[in-house]
Nanobody
Framework: QVQLVESGGGLLQAGGSLRLSCAAS????????MCWYRQAPGRQRELVTT???????NYADSIKGRYTVSRDHAKNTVYLKMNNLKPEDTAAYYC??????????????WGQGTQVTVSS
């Protein structure tokens, strides 16, 4: 099973930038798609971005042009660079990974989340 640990969250003013990291560890046959979700208080968790094993990515309309996802296969880490942050970006950000475990089972792993708070 793959374990995910996010880092890089913080408190900052609107217009600032942050880079989140999600490090994957553990044994698996593959880590296929990796995603970032976010959940603001009182709202449902929403998909922010997905990046596949071959580097294809897509983004939610709300963050398109401001966020960039990247993946370092050697480090088993996915990054989320967030620019021009807005107060409405305030949320807990979660990393998610899908792949195939060592026994051939599909897995769906989540990190514990990292908080991003943007003040106006």
């Amino acid at each position: 099973q793959v374990q995910l640990v996010e880092s890089g969250g913080g408190l900052l003013q609107a217009g600032g930038s942050l880079r989140l990291s999600c490090a994957a560890s553990g044994i698996s046959r593959s880590i296929d798609s990796m995603c970032w979700y976010r959940q603001a208080p009182g709202r449902q968790r929403e998909l922010v971005t997905t990046i596949t094993s071959d580097g294809n990515s897509n983004y939610a309309d709300s963050i398109k042009g401001r966020y960039t996802v990247s993946r370092d296969h050697a480090k088993n880490t996915v990054y989320l660079k967030m620019n021009n942050l807005k107060p409405e970006d305030t949320a807990a950000y979660y990393c998610n990974a899908h792949g195939i475990g060592i026994w051939g089972n599909a897995y769906d792993s989540w990190g514990q989340g990292t908080q991003v708070t943007v003040s106006s």
